[in-house]
């Protein structure tokens, strides 16, 4: 009877789909854009298994008006709208992380949404939906604390923080670094933020700051170009 036991268990542990063999890193559950604004969507994924596996990224459905488009970009290399499948394979342990699927067109003011299937190539009953909700909203009248021809960016809000504050930015052009670094007020880097194409809001994590007066400076290829003050209160 023990036998039997442990021969049922090891059959249901070696059922397909029991197992993960992957995670979705950081998925992003709403966005917003403003109108005529091209949205772009990172899908990073991380094979947990011990094996290089191909996994399959799949759209399955949107409610996105027939004026739009959109389609799979990895790195600079972006697949033909239409095409809602696209395959990657990714070595053990390592993360897929420049995927994006990109929106462009008549984005007019609405609620939309995008669903999406990620399953390994050789088990595809393990499978993850991935939801998205899209906010397209009116341009925003607040002026941008900086623009040029590689990137606009505004200021960070909230200003006195806390714990964490947020900086939007557009980054127009891909082959430009971008990054923040947040320093005291004797100039010592205290963290550092890329700015990445894929994104569109960065994240500032200040809960290991003490209280005072900080700035933060815009670096474009190593360059800085602009830097303003950060208060934090706790």
């Not at 947040?182 to 100039?187: S, T, V």
């Amino acid at each position: 009877m023990r036998a039997w036991v442990i021969i049922i268990l090891l059959l249901i542990i070696s059922l397909p789909g029991l197992t993960q063999n992957f995670s979705l890193q950081d998925p992003q559950e709403n966005f917003q854009a403003t109108i005529g604004e091209t949205l772009r969507i990172p899908i990073k994924i991380k094979n947990t298994s011990e094996k290089p596996q191909f996994y399959v990224i799949r759209k399955l459905q949107s409610d996105l008006s027939s004026t739009q488009k959109g389609y799979f970009c990895l790195d600079k290399t972006c697949l033909e709208s239409g095409i809602n499948e696209f395959s990657k394979r990714i070595e053990p342990g390592e993360t897929l992380q420049q995927l994006i699927y990109v929106v462009e067109g008549n984005m007019l003011t609405s609620q939309n949404s995008i669903r999406f299937q990620v399953f390994p190539k050789s088990n595809p009953q393990e499978i993850e939906e991935y939801a998205v909700g899209i906010s397209i909203n009116e341009k925003s009248e607040k002026p941008a604390l900086f623009q040029s021809k590689d990137i606009t960016i505004n200021d960070v809000y909230p200003n006195p923080v806390q714990d964490q504050a947020f900086i939007e930015y557009r980054l127009h052009n891909e082959d430009v670094k971008a990054k923040l670094v947040i320093h005291n007020i004797l100039g010592k880097p205290m963290n550092e933020f890329d700015l990445p194409t894929s994104e569109t809001r960065v994240k500032l994590q200040t809960e290991e700051f003490t209280s005072g007066i900080y700035f933060y400076t815009l670096y474009l290829d190593n360059n800085g170009v602009l830097t303003r003050k950060l208060i934090i209160r706790k």
